[in-house]
C-alpha cells in the first residue's frame, strides 16, 4: 500500500487524483490533502477520503476547517508554508502529487523531491521557473520525476522504457507536442480585446482549473509545456514541434530516426495520465471511457498562427536566452492573468505585459533558488507598478 501526499487537493487535477485512488484503495492510501483557501472543498473532501492530515493555507482556514469537521472526521488539520513542506516529505509517503498551481507550487514540490519521493509532476511553473535546478535536486536525491500534464505524460510514454536525458542516443529525433488551440482558435482577431474571463476559461475540450484554462487560451501553456519538455527530457527548444490539434486525442507524440511516429492517445480526460503516473510501470484503471475512435472521426494538424497567439514565442526566446528568463516570464504571466480573471485588465494585455517585463528585467544566471526567487518577485513588482501607471492614466 502507498501512502499519498496530494499538494492542491481541492482543486481540478487534485479532485481528478481523488477519483482515481479512491477506485484502487488497497493500492493507494490518503497521508495528506493540502489546500490553499477553499474550506467548504477541504471539508467535504476530507469527510469521504479520510487522510491522516488536511494542511490549509493559514491558522484562520483552519480554524474554519476544524470547526466545520468537529469530531466527525480523525483528520488532523495543520497549516502554513512549513507544514505543507511537512507532509510533502514525510517518511512514511511514497507519492507526492504536485497539483498547486503555479509558482508557489515549487518550494513543497522541491521538499517532496529531496526527501526522494516519487513526484508526480502537474505544476509544470516549478519546472518552468527552476528548471535546471529542480532536475539536479531530481538526480542528487534519487527521486522520480513523473509527468502528468497530459503532453508530457504522452511523451513519457511513447519514449524507451526508463528513459533518461540524452535522447538522440535513443534515436529520438524531435517531440511534437499538440495543443488545441483553446477556445478562441477561430475568432477574429479584431475581437480578441473583448474577451471576457468567462469566456476564456471555458476551454472547448478540457475540464480545468482557471489559471491554465487562460494560458490554454494564451497558448502560453504550450510555452511553458515547451520549456518544461526541455528540461524533463533534456533536450533543445529546437528539437520540439508544436502543432495544432483541436480534437485532444494524441496528446504528443515521439519521433525515431527509423520513420517511426510513436503517439499517445486517448479521450481529454486527466484521470488517464494521473493513472498513469501513480501506477507506472504497472497499469491501473482510471474510470475513463475507451477511446472510440469511429465516433471521432477525424484527427486533424494544423500549423500554430503566432500572431494570433504572441505568448508562444515569447516562451521560446525566453528559453533561448536561458537563466532565469523563465522565471521571469512564468512571474509576469501569473500576475498579469490573475488581473485579467479579476477584470483589470483586457486578454490582449498579457502578452503585452509578459512582454514588456522580458524586455525591461535583466536575467541572471539561474545558479541558486535565491536568485530565481528574487527574479520572480522583481518581474511581479514590475508588472503590478506597469498596472498601477496605467490606472493613473486612465
Ligand atoms: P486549480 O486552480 O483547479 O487548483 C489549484 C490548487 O492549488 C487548489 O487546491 C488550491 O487550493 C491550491 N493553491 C492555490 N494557491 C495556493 C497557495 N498559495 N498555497 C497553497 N495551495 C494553493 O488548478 P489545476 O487546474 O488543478 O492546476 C494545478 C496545476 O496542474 C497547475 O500548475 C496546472 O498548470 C497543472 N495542470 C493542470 C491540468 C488540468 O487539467 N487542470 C493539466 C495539466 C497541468
Ligand atoms: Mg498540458
Redesign the pocket.
Same mark, same amino acid.
Given at each position: 500500500m502507498k501512502q499519498v501526499t496530494i499538494?492542491? #487537493?481541492?482543486? +481540478?487535477?487534485? $479532485? +481528478?487524483t481523488l477519483d482515481v485512488i479512491s477506485s484502487h484503495p488497497d493500492k493507494y492510501g490518503l497521508y495528506a490533502l493540502?489546500? =490553499? !483557501? =477553499?474550506v467548504e472543498q477541504m471539508a467535504k473532501i476530507c469527510r469521504s477520503h479520510r487522510p491522516r492530515y488536511a494542511v490549509m493555507?493559514d491558522q484562520q482556514t483552519a480554524a474554519q476547517l476544524e470547526k466545520i469537521l468537529s469530531s466527525s472526521c480523525a483528520t488532523k488539520i495543520l497549516s502554513g508554508?512549513a507544514e505543507?513542506e511537512r507532509v510533502a516529505s514525510d517518511s512514511e509517503v511514497d507519492i507526492v502529487m #504536485? #497539483?498547486?498551481?503555479?509558482a508557489?507550487?515549487l518550494m513543497?514540490t522541491l521538499a517532496a523531491v529531496r526527501a526522494g519521493k516519487r513526484v508526480l509532476l #502537474? =505544476? !509544470?511553473?516549478s519546472l518552468v521557473m527552476a528548471g535546471s535546478l529542480f532536475m539536479a535536486e531530481i538526480a542528487r536525491h534519487g527521486a522520480e520525476l513523473i509527468p502528468? /500534464? +497530459?503532453e508530457h505524460n504522452a511523451v513519457f510514454q511513447c519514449l524507451p522504457m526508463g528513459f533518461s536525458t540524452g535522447l538522440n542516443e535513443k534515436g529520438v529525433t524531435k517531440i511534437l507536442l499538440t495543443g488545441s488551440g483553446g477556445p478562441f482558435r477561430e475568432l477574429p482577431l479584431v475581437d480578441f480585446e473583448l474577451i471576457t474571463p468567462q469566456q476564456a476559461v471555458a476551454h472547448p475540450n478540457? /475540464?480545468?482549473?482557471? !489559471?491554465? $484554462?487562460v494560458?490554454s487560451a494564451t497558448m502560453m =501553456?504550450k510555452g511553458?509545456e515547451l520549456i518544461e519538455a526541455c528540461w524533463l527530457f533534456g533536450i533543445d527548444e529546437a528539437d520540439v514541434e508544436i502543432l495544432l490539434h483541436k480534437q485532444s486525442i494524441i496528446h504528443s507524440m515521439v519521433a525515431y530516426n527509423d520513420g517511426s511516429v510513436l503517439a499517445q492517445m486517448g479521450n481529454p480526460d486527466?484521470r488517464t495520465p494521473i493513472a498513469n503516473a501513480l501506477a507506472w510501470p504497472q497499469r491501473i484503471t482510471s474510470g475513463v471511457e475507451p477511446l472510440d475512435l469511429l465516433q471521432v472521426g477525424q484527427l486533424d494538424f494544423q500549423v500554430v498562427d503566432e500572431n494570433r497567439y504572441p505568448c508562444l514565442p515569447l516562451a521560446r526566446e525566453a528559453f533561448r536566452q536561458g537563466g532565469t528568463s523563465m522565471a521571469i516570464l512564468n512571474a509576469a504571466n501569473e500576475v498579469a492573468v490573475e488581473n485579467f480573471l479579476n477584470h483589470r485588465i483586457k486578454f490582449t494585455e498579457i502578452a503585452k505585459l509578459v512582454e514588456a517585463t522580458l524586455l525591461h528585467i535583466d536575467s541572471n544566471s539561474a545558479k541558486s533558488l535565491e536568485v530565481i526567487l528574487a527574479d520572480d518577485a522583481r518581474a511581479r513588482n514590475y508588472v503590478n507598478q506597469q498596472l498601477v501607471q496605467s490606472n493613473a492614466r486612465n
Open positions: 499538494l492542491g #487537493a481541492t482543486g +481540478s487535477i487534485g $479532485s +481528478s493540502t489546500a =490553499n !483557501k =477553499n493555507g508554508a505543507l #504536485a #497539483a498547486i498551481v503555479g508557489i507550487g513543497p #502537474a =505544476n !509544470k511553473e502528468v /500534464d +497530459s478540457w /475540464d480545468m482549473g482557471p !489559471k491554465i $484554462s494560458d =501553456n511553458l486527466m
